[in-house]
């Protein structure tokens, strides 16, 4: 079964920078699309960011549009999600997976969670 390891979470300051690392446990097909997830306590998960090979245009939920850029490395079957402009709302813990969509464009996750990376914006 398909499974992800995250990393490269931390604690940073407002407007602070992290990469987040999601490193898959077999070499996924090309036309996979994986992405990142993050869910608060006590909320539903949100889809924050997918990427895809064959449509090229990476999805992104409109919190992070201009802040956060999501990349792919086939090579090292690695996805990274660069987050810039960091926010205290940006707080929880960040999980990769396998991206579905919903008729509204929003994505899911088609794959279960792992650990994620926890993620703490605070001065």
Do not use: H
Request: hydrophobic share 25%; glycine share 12%; with cysteine.
């Amino acid at each position: 079964q398909l499974q992800f390891v995250e990393s490269g979470g931390g604690l940073v300051q407002p407007g602070g920078s992290l990469t987040l690392s999601c490193t898959a446990s077999e070499i996924t097909p090309d036309w996979y699309s994986v992405g990142w997830f993050r869910q608060a306590p006590g909320k539903e998960y949100e889809g924050i960011s997918c990427i895809g090979i064959s449509d090229g245009r990476p999805y992104y939920t409109d919190s992070v549009k201009g802040r956060f850029t999501i990349s792919r490395d086939n090579a090292k079957n690695t996805v990274y999600l660069q987050m810039n402009n960091l926010k205290p709302e940006d707080t929880t813990v960040y999980y990769c997976a396998r991206c579905g969509y919903y008729s509204d464009g929003k994505a899911f996750p088609r794959s279960s969670f792992g650990q994620g990376t926890r993620v703490t914006v605070s001065l």
